[in-house]
Structures are given as C-alpha cells and as structure tokens.
C-alpha cells in the first residue's frame, strides 16, 4: 500500500514476524558436457567453478566457492539439490547466518560451460523479507514499531542504510 505524503512517497513496512530467508534457484539446461561457471554478488566473482554431472559434487563445488567470496563467506548459504539429474536441473541457494531473514539482490551468472546449448540461469524464488521491517528499506519508507506502536521514517538516502526517524 502506498500514499503521498507532501512530496514523499512512502510504503506501509509493517514489522513482521520472524522474516523470511531469501532462496534463489540455479538452473542448469541443454546439454553440458563440462566447463566452468562463476556468480557474481554486488560486482565481486566466486573462483571459477567447476561443473559436474555427479550432483554431490556440483553442490560441494558451488557451496565452496561461495563460502570464499567475500560478499557471502561461509556459513551464509546452503547450497542443496533442487531438482536435478546428472548435472542437470536446479540447484537451490538459501542465504542464512548474517543474511538470515533479509532481502537479497539477485546474484549474477557468468556462464562458460560445454556442450550442446548449455544454459545457466538464476532467479530468486523466494523474496527475503527483513524479520523487523527496518533495514533495506527504501528512503520514505515507514516502520511502525512492534512493542509500542511507534511509527518511523526512513530519512536516509540508500536502502542499505536506512536512517530512521521517528514521526512525532
């Protein structure tokens, strides 16, 4: 829901209970034969990683290489089988530990694998939803505190830092 409020525009950000972790969803298609692939987040790139038709192996490889980059580090996702058969199919990325309960920007995909029209895609499946409804908030959003009732406005000018204000 949003409204005009003089020259701000501003979305109800109700606190909400326990927040929900963002999941996104690696899929592999066509036929692969090998190769490397990397996933960027927020302009830095995982080591190559290395394909492989034994799914154990694909998952170890990605869950290691996100470990190591320094926009995730380790014991922030688990990496799991989704759907998948030999290599192909979907491969699910839940963020946890500093990322539990938030929103978090699509990681990107740079594909450099083999084989007849292989393809490798991303998407998020399932949004992140801050567990207070306070941070990643966009300027003019407003935040009603749980425990007294007491609204706030996001003054700040980027949704990662959110300087918020409370509304008399």
Wanted: charged fraction near 10%.
């Amino acid at each position: 829901m949003s409204w005009n409020i003089g020259s701000i525009i501003t979305t109800s950000v109700a606190p909400v209970s326990g927040g929900t972790s963002a999941i996104q969803t690696l899929t592999f298609g066509g036929t692969i034969t090998g190769g490397i692939f990397k996933l960027q987040r927020q302009g830095h790139s995982t080591p190559a990683i290395h394909w492989s038709s034994v799914n154990a192996t694909l998952v170890a490889n990605i869950q290691t290489a996100l470990d190591r980059l320094d926009t995730i580090g380790a014991g922030n996702t688990l990496v799991a089988v989704g759907t998948m058969t030999a290599g192909i199919g979907t491969i699910t990325v839940t963020f946890q530990g500093k990322f539990i309960n938030a929103q978090m920007d699509d990681m990107v995909v740079v594909n450099q694998l083999q084989g007849t029209s292989p393809t490798l895609s991303n998407a998020t499946t399932t949004a992140g939803v801050n567990a207070d409804g306070r941070g990643y908030s966009t300027p003019g959003s407003l935040c009603v505190r749980q425990d007294t009732g007491a609204l706030y406005v996001n003054m700040g000018t980027d949704i990662l830092n959110p300087n918020w204000v409370a509304v008399p």
